[in-house]
């Protein structure tokens, strides 16, 4: 695949010598000379000077022939105007944006960009796993179908405890995976399974019924 | 009129004078306070410290019953983005937003957002004024 990488700071570096390394065709446009000769000094010629944002510097580099373009810059503002003018000028199939402000991903996605990653979010979201007492995890997001998968910890007091998992009262959307015991491997909940202190339940659901499953599995 | 304004250089500050000057109701933004300085001293309208690529800054600048938004920060992608949000989240009726690069100024008007390219026009009467 031909990938065009906007941005040449610490994500597009790394990103672009991933990508090279699974075998693309890749090349970068970064605006400031000195970081650009680096690359090039280190990767070989994989590494323009310009403005991914402007239209010439986008037609330089041979945007109409791309699969994808990535930008990865520090600035939100910089990323939407790349992808759009690589959606919208030169008809890019694929367009990924690098988004800071995480309330701009609903924004980006309105706008036509096709995929959105909000480093502040991954970065918290990882965070929040390593915090034991949180009671609910976000383990992974699948995007297109609006749902996540999430992780609640039952604590030693919750009022659900010993209670089976059908009288439990789950939100629309949410469906219980795996449990996974403190003593026990882990099992896929029937109906008559009971949750025990210290249980992790893994569980598919949707933003919005979040805090309700939560509630229903933990207790109020 | 209501109308917001991003960016308090020489032309949004002009702007708004003018634009106040008239009797309509003016909000400018700018990240920078030491940029209202510009402001003419007789100036009615509001001046608000806040980013316009942000929603809150936008609402918080009464954007929600702006009858129009003018984008003329030096960033040509903040403008565009800004005028964006404007036109698409909060539906203002009228938004127009400068682009200095006349490439991005022909993709984005053919976007739906009315955007003006100083540098074309302005080279555009330099020439006519040489011919003349």
Known sequence: MYIIVVGAGRVGY?????????????????????ICENIVDELGSVCIRGDGCEAATLTEVGTGRADMLIAVTGDDEDNLVACQVAKHKFHVPRTIARVRNPRNEILFKKLGIDVTVSSTNIILENIEEEVPTHPLTHLLTIRDKGLEIVEVKIPDDSTTIGKPVKELPLPPNSTLILIIGKKHKPIAPKPSTTLRAGDQVIAVTTPESEEALRTALRGS | ?????????????????????????????????????????????????????????????????????????????RNVMAAQIAKHIFNVPKVICRIYDPLRHELYNTLGI????????????LKEKLES
Request: hydrophobic content about 40%; overall charge negative; proline content about 2%.
């Open chain 2, 114 to 125: 009315e955007t003006f390219s100083p540098t074309t026009i302005f080279a555009q009467i």
């Open chain 2, 1 to 77: 009129m209501k109308v917001v304004i991003m960016g308090c250089g020489r032309v949004g500050a002009r702007l708004s004078g003018l634009l106040d000057n008239e009797g309509h109701i003016v909000t400018i933004l700018d990240t920078d306070s030491y940029s209202f300085r510009r402001l003419p001293s007789n100036f009615n309208g509001t001046a608000l410290l806040g980013n316009g690529i942000d929603e809150e800054a936008l609402k918080r600048a009464g954007i929600e019953e702006a009858d129009a938004f003018v984008a003329v920060t030096q960033g040509d992608n």
């Open chain 1, 14 to 34: 790394y990103l672009t010598k991933a990508l090279l390394e699974e075998g693309h065709e890749v090349l970068m446009v970064e605006k400031n000379a000195t």
